[in-house]
């Protein structure tokens, strides 16, 4: 095994799995809410709006699921990655499945009226871009050189 194919065979090297980082915020936002409590009482239509917000998260990682399996590649950031997936939702946003996750933590917390459930997308999409998507940027570029280049040249990181 060569040098190069033993440095692919942990993908990006990503060492903590990044929806664990949005429940872990979630869950230490309602921790947070028990003692602070502080609710979105103004929003009508609140929990409506909260489960519409997970649902489109959850559709999105669903989507990004299945394309990635049509291009058989890994969706695990912490396994190598043998193509660049540029269609689809993928032309739209870099990082679907981490916006996917903040729909869904900002969802969760409106849908329970709770204001700082609803914010725990923030420091967890902070955290995620140092601990997985500066390592995934980092790992294509090497692995696919000109060709990651163009695509992140071409589509944002976000939206």
């Given at each position: 095994m060569s040098k190069d194919e033993i440095k692919?065979?942990?993908?990006?090297?990503?060492?903590f799995p990044p929806p664990l980082?949005?429940?872990?915020?979630?869950?230490?936002a309602y921790g947070f809410h028990n003692f602070f409590p502080?609710?979105?009482?103004?929003l009508p239509f609140r929990f409506y709006l909260g489960?519409?917000?997970?649902?489109?998260?959850?559709?999105?990682i669903i989507i990004s699921f299945f394309t990635f399996r049509h291009?058989?590649?890994r969706i695990e950031p912490?396994?190598?990655t043998s193509n660049i997936i540029s269609t689809g939702i993928f032309?739209?946003?870099r990082n679907p499945i981490y916006l996917a996750f903040c729909f869904i933590s900002l969802?969760?917390?409106?849908?329970?009226n709770s204001f700082w459930i609803s914010l725990s997308f923030i420091p967890s999409i902070v955290v995620v871009f140092f601990i997985a998507i500066k390592k995934e940027e980092l790992y294509l570029t090497n692995k696919f050189g000109d060709d990651y280049l163009e695509y992140k040249a071409k589509v944002r990181r976000w939206f």
């Open positions: 692919d065979e942990k993908g990006a090297a990503v060492k980082v949005f429940l872990l915020m979630m869950l230490a502080m609710t979105l009482d103004v489960i519409s917000m997970v649902t489109f998260g959850a559709v999105i291009a058989k590649t912490w396994k190598p032309s739209y946003s969802g969760i917390g409106v849908s329970l």
